[in-house]
C-alpha cells in the first residue's frame, strides 16, 4: 500500500513492457510491450496524485495516456494491417526500408 | 482492509500477467495475459481512489484495445504460427523472439532497473511519503476537464477522430485494379 | 686684391662652361664655338694674370698662400670621421703654373683655328681643347690628391679622345687606347698612394700632409710580405708611379710616340706643354712626402735612365713630330732627375721654360707640316728626309723654331739653359756628396750632349741644305704673317729667352744682368715647402672673400740658406757644371753641323758601324714588343682567357646553372609534398575519412526499431546516470 510498493509494480511493469518490445520479432508482439509500457507511466501518475499532491492533474493525465494510446493503437493496427497486406509479413526486420 | 485485499490481487494479478507477456511464445496467449494484466493494473486504480480511471481503463484499454490487438493478430496471421524445431533441439516460434534476443533484452532491461531502482528509491527514501486521504469524485475529475484542461479535452477528440478517419483508410482494403492519381 | 669665387673659378669654370655649351653647338655654329672656346681661355688667361701679378709684383713673398675649401661631403656618424673638403690652394708656384697654363693654352687655340681649319671635325677639337683646359687649370687649383686625381683622370680621357681624333688613319684608335691603358697603370698605383695616404693621415689636403710629415705622423711601417715598408716610402713610390705614368717616365714612356697620332696643336698642348707636366707638378707637390720615403734616388735614377734612353732612340728618328715627341720625354726625364737630386725650383723652372719652348716646336712643326701638302696622297708630310732647305718658304716659323731649339739645346741666354744648367749642376753637387748619384749625373750630361745634337739635326734637315722632295717643295706655300698661325709662335718664341726667368746668366745670382735682386724672382718666390710652416696655417671657406696682406717681401739668398763654406762648395760646382754643360752644347751643335750642314762627317758611317745600336733605337728599345708580344700576348692574354673560362666554365655553370639545378630539385620536392601529402593526405584523405566514418556511423540508423529502442534506452541510462544530483 505504500508508494514504493506501487513504485516498484510500476517499475515492473516498465521492464516488462521493455523486454517484450526488444526481445519478440513481431510487430504486434511490440505493441504489446509499447502498452504495458503506457500502463506502467499512467499507473505512476495515479500514484502520485494520491501520495504527492492533492492536485488532480495526475488523474486528468492517465486519461489522457488511455486515451492516446487507444489512438495509437487503432493506427499503429491499421498500418500494421496494410504492412501485412504488402509485405505478407509481420517480422520486423522486413520493416527496414528506412535504413541508410 | 478490502483495499489490501484488492492491492494484493490486483498486484499481483499486474505482474504475473506482465511476466507472462514476456514469456508466452504464443502471440494470442500473450494477449490475453497482457489483458490480465490490464485487468489487475485497473484494479490498483481502485485502491488509488481512482474510480474514473479503472472504469476508463477497463472500458477502453480492456474492452477495446485489447479486442482491437486480437483482431489484428487474426487478421495478420498471427496465429498460425508453427513452432520450429532448430538443429540443436531448441524449439523455437518465428517471429517471437529467440534465446539471444530474449538475453539481450534482459540485460538491457536489467541496466535499465539497476539505474531506475538506485535513483528512484534513493531519493524515494529519503524523503517522507504521506498517503494522504485525497478523495476524488467524476465531478471533480469532469470539472477539471472542462476547465483547466480543455483545450487538451478539444484536442484529443479532434485526435481521436483523426485516428479513426486515419485508421480507416490506411487499412481499407487494396483495390489493386483501381488506378492511381 | 681679394680672393673669391668670383676672382679665381672663372679661371676653371670658363673653359668648362665653353666645353659644355660647345658640346651641343659645335655641329650647327662651329664658328661661334670656336670663338666662344678661345674667348673662354683668353678670360682664364686674364684672371690667372691678375692673381700672377699679384703673387709676383705684389705680394713678392714666398710664403705667401691662399687656401680656400669647402666640404664637398660629410658622411662622419657614429664616431667615425670621414669628411672629404675640396678646395684651392694657390701659392707661387701655382701662380706661375696658371699664367704659363692659360698663356699657353690660348696661343696654341689661336694657332688651331689655323691648322684645324680645313678639318671637317674643326669644332669638336675644340670641345676637347675646352675640356682639357678647364681640367688642367682644376688639377693647378686643387688643393689636395682627391681633385688632383679627378682632374687627372678627366685629362687621361681628353688626351685619348684627342689622340684618337683622326680616327679613320689606321694607328690611331690604338694608339689612343695605349695612351690611356699606359697611364692607366700608373694611375692605379696613384690611387693606392691615395688611399695609404688617406689611412694614415686622415685627409688628402696638401697642408694636411705636410703637417702630418712634420709632426711625424708618417713614420710608422706596414708589413707587406713578411717585409716592414715604412708607409711614406709606399705611399711616396705609388704616387711617383703615377708620375711615371703621366709623364712618360721609363718604364712606362710607350705611349708618348704614339700619341704623336692626333693633331699637332693637341700634341703641342697636351704632349708637350701640360698633362705631361701635370705628373711633374704632382710629383712637386709631394716632394717632402718623397724625401721622407727615401725615394728620391730612385727618381733621380728614373728620371736619368729616361732622359738618356729617349735622347738616343731621337738620335734616329725621321718623322719630325717623332723627333719632338722623344725630346719630351728626354726634358721630362730631365724634370724628374732634377727631382731627384732634390732640386726643387729648378725642375720647375725647367718644367715652365720646356713647357713654352716645347710647345713652340710643336707648333712650329705644325706649321712645317701644315705648309707641305702633297698633292698625290692628298696628306700632309711629316718625314723629315723629303724636307729641306724651307727656310726660304717659312722664314717665320724657322726663326721661332730656331730660338726654341737654342733654348732647349742649352745655349746661354736662352731660357732653357738656365734651368737645364741649375738641374745639372745640383745633379753635380749630389754626385760629389754620394756615390749613389754618380750614375744619373753621368746620364744627365750625356743626355746634355744628345739634346742640342738632335734638335740641330732637327732644324739643319728641315730647314738647311737643299729640298730633297722638289714637287714638294714647290707646292709648299709661302709664309705670311698670320694672327693665328705666325704670331703664336713668335709671341712664345719671344718668351724662351732667359731674362724672363733669371737676371743672371746662369740663374745663380752670378752673373748678374741686371744687378736687381727682384729679377731672381723665380728662384726666390718658388721654394721648396717648408714643412713647419704649414703646421699653423689655416684655410678660409669658398664663400668668403679674402684678402691677405703680408708687409715683407722676400730676398734673394744666394747661399740658399747653407752656410759660407758649404755654400762656396756648392757654387764651385755650380760654375763647374754650368762650364761643362755650355761647352756640352756647343759641341753637340757643332757635330750636327758637321753632320748635316757641311757634310764633313757622315752620319751613314756611324748608324752602319752600331748597325745593331741603330737597329735597337728605331725599335725604341723593343720597349713595344716587350710590353705587347711578351707581356701582353704571353701573360695577360692566358690570364685573361683563364679568368674567362672560369668565370663562363666554372662559375657560371656552377653557381648559375647549378643554382638551376637546385631549383629544379627544389620543384621536384614541393611537387612531391603537394602531391602526396596535400593531395593525397589532406585532400583524398579527408574525403576517405568522411567515408571511413560514414561506414561506421551508418551501422547506426539500419532501420531496425528495435536498435533505436536500445540506442534510446542507453542515452537514458547514460543521463540518468550522468545527472548528480540523483546520484
Known sequence: MSLISYISISLILFICGLVVILARKNIIGMLLGVELILNASALNFVTFTKYFNSNIDGHIFSLFIILVAAAEAAVGLAIVIRFFQVRESIHIDSATQLQS | MFLKFLFYISAFLTVFGAISVVVTRN????????LFSLIGVAGLYLTLNAEFIAATQLVVYVGGIVVLLLFAIMLTGGSNLKVLVNKFGLESTPLMGNLKTYIFAALSGLVLAAVLIKILFSSLLKSSTVSNNFFTTVEDVGVKLLTDHILAFELSSVLLLGALVGAAIIARPQRSTEVEE | ?????????????????????????????????????????????????????????????????????FTWFDISGGGLTFKVPMGIYIDNMAAIMLLMVTGVAFLIHLFSTFYMHDDKRYGRFFVYLSLFTSAMLGLVLSDNLLSVFIFWEIMGFCSYSLIGFYYEKEGAGNASIKAFMTTRVGDVFFLLGIVALWTTVGSVTFVDIYKAIATGGLKDSILIFGIGVPVATLAAFSIFMGTVGKSAQFPLQVWLPDAMFGPTPCSALIHAATMVAAGVYLSLRMFPLMELGGLLPIIAYVGGITALGAATIALVQTDIKAVLAFSTISQLGYMVLGIGVGAYNPAFMHLITHAVFKACLFLAAGSVIHSLHDHHTHTHVQEMPRMGGLRKKLPYTFLAM????????????????VSKDRILGDALVMASSSKLYWAPAVMGFIGAFLTPFYMFRMIFLTFFGEPRDKDLYEHAHHEHIQFNSNVPLLILSVFTFGVWFSGSLEGQGIVKVFPESKYEWFQVLVEKPELNKFIGRTSTAISEPESKEFIEHSHYDPNHGMSEEEAHHVHHLHHLGAIASIIIAFSGIFLAYLMYVAFKVNPGWWTNAFSGWTKALKNKYYFDNFYIDGLIKKLMLPFNNFLSWFDMGVYDRIAIDGWAKVNQWLYSVSRWFDNLIIDSVLVDGSGVSVRFFNIIMRTIQNGRIQFYFIVLIVVLVSYLLSFKPVI
Open chain 3, 1 to 69: 686684391m681679394t680672393y673669391s669665387i668670383a676672382s679665381i673659378l672663372p679661371i676653371v669654370l670658363l673653359p668648362f662652361f665653353a666645353f659644355a655649351v660647345n658640346s651641343f653647338i659645335v655641329k650647327r655654329f662651329t664658328t661661334l664655338s670656336v670663338i666662344l672656346s678661345c674667348s673662354a681661355i683668353f678670360g682664364s688667361f686674364l684672371f690667372a694674370a691678375r692673381i700672377f701679378g699679384d703673387f709676383v709684383f705684389g705680394k713678392y713673398n714666398s710664403d705667401y698662400y691662399i687656401h680656400k675649401t
Open chain 3, 402 to 417: 730656331l730660338f726654341c731649339t737654342l733654348a732647349i739645346a742649352g745655349v746661354p741666354l736662352f731660357s732653357g739653359f
Open chain 2, 27 to 34: 502471440l494470442i496467449h500473450s494477449c490475453v495475459y497482457l
